[in-house]
């Protein structure tokens, strides 16, 4: 296996833009010179078309369009508040229904001018006013692999233009000329069918195989040419790369997985599920397999033991499910493959680090074997990076939000915005690990118990400002049925957050704040703070000012609330818990 810093690009040979350089070869182009003939301007961006096998995945509704599958760390798009799967339809009052049109438009831009971009978001339509910077200089990043070739799926259009009639396997579009392609005796309209004694069934499994050789080594490949089996040799060349490595990060920052070239991750909105079982979608560059990471975490005291209790809960639930373990060097891990609608196969993988067990979904194509967990998903899973144990606290300083690129080439993520340096008259507060600080004339509600607490400003009832903080509840809860305004990644506590902006009508009109954050016992801890909508305007600095104020300690309901009485916690323990052990099994 490798080590984190040995991925290397391939060549798939699909329509990918870097905004806007086209990669027919190899190597894709830096996000994103705005052309090919003028690359001094970036936008940050790379896209895919909306009729897209990634996008038709992610349920993409409109066949016009460009999908926003990837956007670069501090680029003008990511600060203008572009998002991966954000689906761009205008530009500067111009429709861009194919990504030939926004190459273009985007091509015309000039320094020094912003430009406004319509995009849908879901089922709404938002504008983004973004200011082209000049082309960032490419890292010094590991050198790449260079094969020469450029394939597609077998069973697309791509492929049946070279009378290709197999349904699965890999076919070559395009041999460079004096490539090692070229050298190896390949032609357009082969069929590979094993690359390194790994089969490959899908361009996935082609990436996945290659990944795994050294460069400047030689390996077997077996393709079909009519309908004669062939076996050649071929070199896996190095060449220089462009584009710095990707990387997931879990909301806890505990691990990330290093992502292999073209998979695109994308966050995904789900107002009305709980924290912990909400994920991030990470598809493949076909839409052949796909990874949700939940942000769950959840308590392992015995590690082994746990897993192993785990995964025979997982087989209880169906007598067609089959188990099996993954080598990682600081971890446990082991999955459980579930037969789905239309012949794909899910794999249930649970990881245990540290008396913490997190859950990842991955779906793989049909005729996956459920005995055997597919080479995309091992090799990820085999890269898996932890936190070193003496990192307990919180994220250090550069480490960023859950999508980002090679340590050293981004930005880090946002304090909550407007806070300013907390005044001197400011006093402590604080609910079991988590503690901050509030203005002298707020009050604690008596109400508030050793692990969370409720802390206002006017009357109690129909307070002018109120900062809460809940242990038993999710975001949805705390927002009560609020419409959503915004939604925004900041840092609270120095750990990674959403904050969302929440509206609430009728009789006690009330803007608010909630925030879910992950603890360090791996826990959701969830504030939210309110006013009146007629002085939430004037009262949001301070609520940002207390957010920011937030510090997170490692141990749950060490020390009681400030200024107020304890109680017992709403939840009686000898009552039936909500479940815990399944983030969900549809894909």
């Given at each position: ?7 290397r ?7 990918w833009?870097?905004?806007a350089?086209?990669?027919?070869g190899?190597?894709m182009?830096?996000?994103g010179?705005t ?11 790379k896209?895919l078309?909306?009729?897209s ?10 066949e016009?369009g460009?999908?926003v599958?990837m ?16 689906v761009?339809?205008?530009f ?19 320094l020094?001018a ?11 339509r ?8 000049p ?11 260079d ?9 697309t ?31 357009a309209?082969?069929?590979?069918l094993e690359?390194?004694?790994h089969s ?14 050294p ?19 071929i ?16 909301p ?8 292999p ?28 397999y796909?990874?949700?990471?939940f942000q ?10 746990d ?22 060097k ?31 979904n ?6 996956s074997?459920?005995e055997k967990?597919?080479?995309p998903i ?14 307990s ?9 859950p ?24 006093r ?19 109400y508030?118990?050793?692990d ?15 900062f ?17 305004r ?5 840092r ?14 009728g009789?006690f ?7 879910g ?9 969830v ?5 009146p909508?007629a002085k ?8 940002q ?17 400030s ?17 815990a052990?399944?983030?969900g099994v549809?894909?």
């Open positions: 296996m490798k080590s984190a810093t040995d991925y690009w391939i060549a798939t040979g699909a329509r833009l870097a905004i350089l086209v990669a027919a190899p190597n182009g830096i996000a010179g052309a090919e003939e003028s690359p001094r301007l970036s936008f940050g961006i896209v078309e909306a009729d096998a990634v996008a038709r995945r992610l349920g993409v509704a409109t016009r460009v999908l599958a956007v670069f760390s501090g680029s003008p798009a990511e600060q203008a508040g572009l998002q991966a799967g954000d761009i339809v205008r500067e009052g111009r429709d861009t229904p194919r990504i030939e049109a926004l190459q273009r438009q985007m091509g015309e831009a000039v020094g912003s430009y406004m971009i319509d995009v849908f978001r879901g089922q709404q938002m504008q983004r006013r973004v200011a082209p910077a082309t960032p200089t490419p890292g010094n990043y590991p050198p790449t692999f094969l020469g070739l450029s394939v597609v799926p077998a069973g259009p791509e492929a049946v233009r070279f009378e290709v009639e197999s349904p699965i396997g890999v076919v070559v579009a395009r041999v460079a000329e004096g490539s090692p392609g070229e050298r190896a005796g390949l032609r309209g082969d069929l590979i690359f390194a004694g490959t069934e899908t361009v996935e499994d082609y990436q996945a195989a290659i990944l795994l050789c460069l400047e080594s030689q390996q077997p490949l077996t393709f079909v040419r009519g309908q004669q089996r062939r076996t050649t040799v070199t896996v060349a190095a060449t220089k790369r462009t584009d710095p490595p990707r990387y997931y990060t879990h806890g920052d505990n691990f990330r997985l290093l992502l070239p073209l998979w695109f991750a994308f966050p995904v909105e789900q107002p009305d599920v709980p924290l912990e079982r909400q994920y991030t979608r990470i598809i493949s560059p076909f839409a052949a796909e990874l949700k990471c769950g975490v959840w308590p392992a005291a015995n590690e082994a033991e897993l192993n209790s785990y995964i025979r809960k997982q087989l209880s639930d169906g007598p067609d499910r089959v188990s099996g373990k993954v080598e990682l600081d971890a446990l891990c082991a999955w459980v493959s579930i037969p789905l609608e239309q012949g794909r196969v899910m794999y249930r993988v649970a990881i245990v680090h540290h008396q913490r067990r997190y859950v990842l991955a779906i793989a194509p049909p005729l074997d459920p967990l597919p080479l091992a090799l990820i899973l085999g890269q898996v990076q932890f936190r070193p144990s003496d990192r606290g919180p994220r250090p300083e550069g480490a960023r939000s999508i980002e690129d090679d340590p050293g080439t981004g930005t880090t993520s946002n304090p909550p915005t407007g806070s300013r340096p907390i005044p001197a008259d400011w402590p507060a604080q609910a079991g690990s988590i503690q901050f600080q509030l203005p002298p004339d707020w009050k604690a509600s008596t508030n118990n050793a969370e607490g409720h802390w206002f400003k006017g009357k109690e009832l129909f307070p002018d400002a109120s809460s903080v809940h242990r038993d509840t999710t975001v949805e809860d705390a927002r009560r049925a609020a419409a959503l915004e939604r925004t990644e900041i609270v506590g120095g750990q990674p957050a959403t904050q969302y902006l929440v509206e609430r009508t009789s009109a009330e803007k608010g704040l909630v925030v954050v992950v603890d360090q016992a791996g826990m959701t801890v504030f939210s703070a309110f006013a909508t939430f305007e004037e009262v949001a600095p301070v609520l000012q207390i957010l920011a104020s937030v510090r997170i300690g490692a141990d749950r309901g060490s020390g009681s609330s200024n107020a009485p304890r109680r017992e916690n709403k939840r009686n323990p000898d009552d039936p818990q909500p479940p052990e399944k983030p549809q894909s």
